[in-house]
Structure formats: C-alpha cells, structure tokens
C-alpha cells in the first residue's frame, strides 16, 4: 500500500483517479458544447450563450454537479502531482535516461508537468469567468448576466493582454490535449476495462476525443480575438 497522495491504498487511488478523469471527461463535452456558442457573436448568439450561463449558475442538479466536478479537478491534480513526485523518487535516474522513453509515450512520462500547466488555467479560468460570473461586477443583456461581454472583452483590443491571455489558453489546451490522449484509455485500462477485442476502438476514441475537444476549445479564443481586431 503506498502513503503518498491523498489516499492511502493503491487501489483506491487507482480507481478513484480513473473515475474523477473519466468524469471529468464528461465535463469537458458539456462545457464545450456550451461554449461553443460564443462562435455567434450576434445578439442572438449573445442571448443564448448568457442563458446557458445562467442555467449553469443556477439550476440545483447542475451546480451540484459543478461542486462535484470541482472536487474532482483538485483530488486529480492534486493526487496526479503526489503520484508523479513518488514515482520520481522511487525510479533510478539512469533507468529513466536510458529506457524512459522505450517504457512509456512523453505523455504518460510527463502527466505531472501537464496537469500543472493545465491547473494553473484551471484556476485562472475560474478567476476571469467564474469568480466574474459570481461575485463581480458585471453588467446585464435581456435580464441575465451578461457573461458573453465578460468573454468577448477579456479577448478583444480593450484588454490590452488580450494576446497573451489567447496564447495561455491555446498553451493550456495543447497540454490537455496530451493529457488526455494518455489520460483516457488508462483510466479505462485503471478500471479493468481493457480488452484485445475492444482496446484498439477505445485507444483511437482516446486519440479523437484528445485532439478534437482542446483543439474546439482553443479555436474560441483564438477566433473571438481575431474578429475584434
């Protein structure tokens, strides 16, 4: 049994990191599909992306869900990051320098540098919108809090590190992207999910879903900077 991270067995650890993943998984099609409404910029675009906003806020199952997906984004990294720092410490450096990348992709080599970056824009994703979205000062559109503004003006000219934030953001996807590309079929691998007949359709899923849904979330910022120009 090992003692490092934030539970105690092995096992648990094992499952419960392969579920809050998986879970989380699940969040991201969600937010996405939700997010991507910011590509109509009309007032049409601006009612529906606030209305999504609002019954994200505010419906009780969902922000329950919210609650759950934000303990699992912290026990995954969290434990993800005790995880890396134990398995470092008990590898031989030279092992590693000479087999490392034989034994494993440089996804599955480096989750914990990943998940690092992809949690200081976890936090900074909810400071700019969240937090905004909550208890900040924002203005109102058709009787809803006006979060489209809130996005369109964090990547537009009026804010003068619009540029920088954009970058940061596709920097932050390009990491999920490898992190879940790895991520994905060995949480199904953590929980005995795993089978020769059926393992090479959950590897290419793995590889669709790791590249499609970081690349449609970069694509947004990206998109909403260059139209404001």
């Known amino acids: 049994m090992s003692n490092s991270g934030i539970l105690r067995s092995s096992l648990a650890k094992k499952y419960v990191m392969a579920l809050s993943g998986l879970f989380l998984c699940l969040f991201l099609l969600g937010h996405l599909a939700g997010n ?20 994200m806020t505010t419906f009780p199952l969902v922000k329950l869900l919210s609650y759950l997906t934000y303990a699992a ?29 034989a034994n494993a992709s440089w996804s599955s080599r480096n989750m914990g540098i990943l998940g690092t970056i992809i949690l200081v824009f976890f936090v900074s994703h909810m400071q700019n919108f969240w937090y905004v ?37 596709v920097l932050a996807q390009f990491a999920l992207g490898f992190h879940l590309i790895h991520g994905f079929q060995s949480g199904f691998q953590s929980l005995g999910l795993r089978h020769s007949k059926y393992s090479p359709l959950i590897d290419r ?25």
């Not at 970081?214 to 404001?228: D, E, G, M, R």
């Open 36 to 55: 991507l409404q910011l590509f109509n910029t009309s007032a049409e675009g601006q009612l529906a992306f606030n209305e999504y906003a609002h019954f």
């Open 73 to 101: 984004v912290l026990f995954h990294v969290v434990d993800g990051i005790a995880l890396t720092i134990q398995n470092r410490k008990a590898r031989p450096t030279g092992y590693v320098k000479e087999k490392g990348s």
């Open 133 to 169: 979205m909550h208890f900040g000062p924002i203005g109102e559109s058709d009787g809803l809090k006006d979060l489209h503004t809130v996005v369109m003006t964090f990547f537009g000219p009026e804010n003068g590190l619009a540029g920088l934030a954009v970058a940061g953001y």
């Open 205 to 229: 899923a793995g590889l669709l879903f790791g590249i499609g849904v970081p690349t449609l979330f970069a694509s947004i910022p990206v998109y909403l900077f260059f139209i404001q120009l």
